[in-house]
């Protein structure tokens, strides 16, 4: 269908559509698509692509590690374009734990100076996780708390 139609509206609902599976291996290969050089996703939609999965519960990690390892190649195909942005928000806006800050930030730095727009979308990115750490020490022992309240922990 993502062939077939014209819509550049309705190409974009059917590649978020297609990151929804439940299985990580479909996840994978759909990202893997966008590097083939034939491949049947246009290029100015590659980097959605990563988006969309990282939007995925079971593809958020999987986006994340597939971004770092094919980062070189990706930025070979696609530039540094204003797209980074797109993709770095969508895979960090959910990271909210020390380990994915350090994770986060190590990558930012090993690729100091080769980032290009995405320099700035990387700070960003580091802003949200700590924004999503304070709000998990600040609200975890009160969601606990009210769960232990209603008996749903014990």
């Known amino acids: 269908m993502y062939n077939e139609i014209d819509v550049a509206s309705e190409k974009a609902s059917l ?4 990151s929804c599976s439940k299985e990580q291996w479909i996840l994978y290969h759909y990202m893997e698509l966008i590097l083939e050089p034939d491949s049947p996703i246009r290029k100015q939609d590659a980097l959605s ?6 939007r995925n519960n079971l593809g958020r990690r999987l986006a994340w590690d597939f971004f770092r390892g ?3 190649v990706l930025k070979e195909q696609f530039g540094t374009s ?8 969508a895979i960090t806006e959910s990271f909210n734990t020390e380990f994915h800050l350090k994770e986060v930030t190590a990558f930012k730095e090993s690729q100091s100076g080769n980032l290009g727009s995405g ?8 802003e949200k996780v700590h924004s999503n750490i304070r709000w998990m020490n600040l609200n975890i022992p009160i969601i606990t708390q009210w769960l232990r309240d ?3 922990l014990s």
């Open 15 to 18: 590649l978020s559509a297609m």
């Open 49 to 54: 692509v990563i988006s969309s999965v990282a």
């Open 119 to 126: 320099e700035r979308a990387f700070e960003q990115g580091i």
């Open 150 to 152: 209603q008996n749903y």
């Open 70 to 72: 094919r980062y070189d």
């Open 82 to 89: 204003f797209a980074w942005r797109n993709v770095i928000s």
